[in-house]
């Protein structure tokens, strides 16, 4: 049974900076699109970016386009979220999701 794990949420400032991980245990990325989604309290999960597992391509949400990058070793077993110029918009939840499942969620609080 696949586990993800995610890791590297805090609560920051304005402007700041975060590197969020997965980590899959049980199953290896090799091969399979992984995404990083959120959700905001009172608010549905929405996408925010998503890897091909080549990574010859990735997806962005427009919120978080030029500021987020999405990355992975494969090595590792390890899918990145880089976030940089944090907004408080950007207070959330986050969680990956591959093998049509979803991890715990790493939360995010960005304050002004």
């Known amino acids: 049974q696949v586990q993800l794990v995610e890791s590297g949420g805090g609560s920051v400032q304005a402007g700041d900076s975060l590197k969020l991980s997965c980590t899959a245990s049980?199953?290896?990325?090799?091969?399979?699109?992984v995404g990083w989604f959120r959700q905001a309290p009172g608010k549905g999960r929405e996408f925010v970016a998503a890897i091909s597992w080549n990574i010859h391509s990735t997806n962005y949400a427009e919120s978080v386009k030029g500021r987020f990058t999405i990355s992975r070793d494969n090595a590792k077993n390890t899918v990145y979220l880089q976030m940089n110029s944090l907004k408080p918009e950007d207070t959330a939840e986050y969680y990956c999701?591959?093998?049509?499942?979803w991890g715990q969620g790493t939360q995010v609080t960005v304050s002004s």
């Open positions: 049980g199953r290896t990325f090799s091969g399979i699109a």
């Open positions: 999701y591959a093998f049509g499942s």
